[in-house]
């Protein structure tokens, strides 16, 4: 930014600018970054977005607000270092991968694919709890064609998702919005979604209200009587089943 011939500035010394000068100068060098180079978070191996929708570089352990702010942090030198430590390491690994099998690396990982064959039939059951009045929900998925050996499932929220599915999400809620809802009501942020996977099958999603908390262990692959699933591989169906925790006005 050129901060010549401004107020209280020497000749050949940068003036100073003022914070409208200053965001105008942001604005302009996000565009130009924005427009001049594409990101692909999707084959960018070492870029994520975290629960709270920020950008991630595993690379270099950096975060990054914005498109544009990781865009910036690729063409630094950090960045680009720790590209060329990866490369080295990559090499001498597979020197002596040669000599003792194959090594895996995040370079050499091919993204999984598939055909797909549609949706899986699926149906959701609201429950509650004999005990304790708490309201729950059921999911079975039927999937007689699954070609893994069993699905598997994840509870994401809305920061979660990317900008795409975030617009498909929105769109789904709009079709489907009761008539006491209101528009702030279908934000995509406003709720948590449960992910089913089982290749050949598309992946579905059922929304759920975010304000409804699950109750479930703490550890990751922990069961309880509140929140279970199971995978019958005879009949090849899985279920899936959570309580919701009582509301503070419950109480």
């Known amino acids: 930014m050129d901060y010549s011939e401004r107020v209280n500035s020497k000749k050949g010394a940068g003036g100073v600018a003022d914070a409208a000068e200053a965001n105008v100068h942001t604005k302009r060098r996000i565009k130009e970054l ?10 960018d191996p070492y870029v994520f977005r975290n629960h709270v929708g920020i950008l991630e570089c595993r690379l270099c352990l950096t975060t990054h607000t914005n498109e544009a702010s990781y865009i910036s942090h690729l063409s630094g030198r950090k960045h680009a270092l720790n590209l060329e430590r990866r490369r080295i390491l990559d090499e001498k690994q597979n020197r002596q991968g040669k000599a003792e099998g194959n090594v895996v690396s995040i370079n050499n990982i091919l993204k999984r694919s598939w055909n ?10 609201k429950i509650r709890d004999q005990e304790s009045l708490r309201m729950g929900l ?12 069993e699905p598997f499932f994840r509870l994401m929220s809305g920061y979660e998702l990317s900008d795409k599915n975030q617009n ?29 996977s089982a290749e050949p099958y598309d992946n579905i999603c059922v929304a ?34 959570f309580l919701f925790k009582l509301s503070k006005k419950a109480r």
């Open 34 to 43: 924005l427009t001049s180079q594409v990101l692909d978070l999707e084959n």
């Open 116 to 125: 797909s064959i549609g949706k899986p039939t699926f149906k959701t059951t």
């Open 138 to 149: 059921l999911v079975q998925v039927q999937l007689p064609r699954i070609t893994v050996k």
């Open 168 to 196: 498909v999400s929105k769109s789904f809620l709009q079709r489907h919005k009761t008539d006491y809802e209101d528009d702030e009501d279908i934000q995509p942020l406003k709720w948590q979604y449960l992910v089913i």
């Open 208 to 241: 759920i209200p975010a304000q409804q908390e699950i109750e479930k262990p703490s550890g990751t692959d922990q069961m309880s009587k509140s929140y279970w699933w199971f995978w019958d591989d005879d009949s090849k169906e899985f279920f899936i089943q």
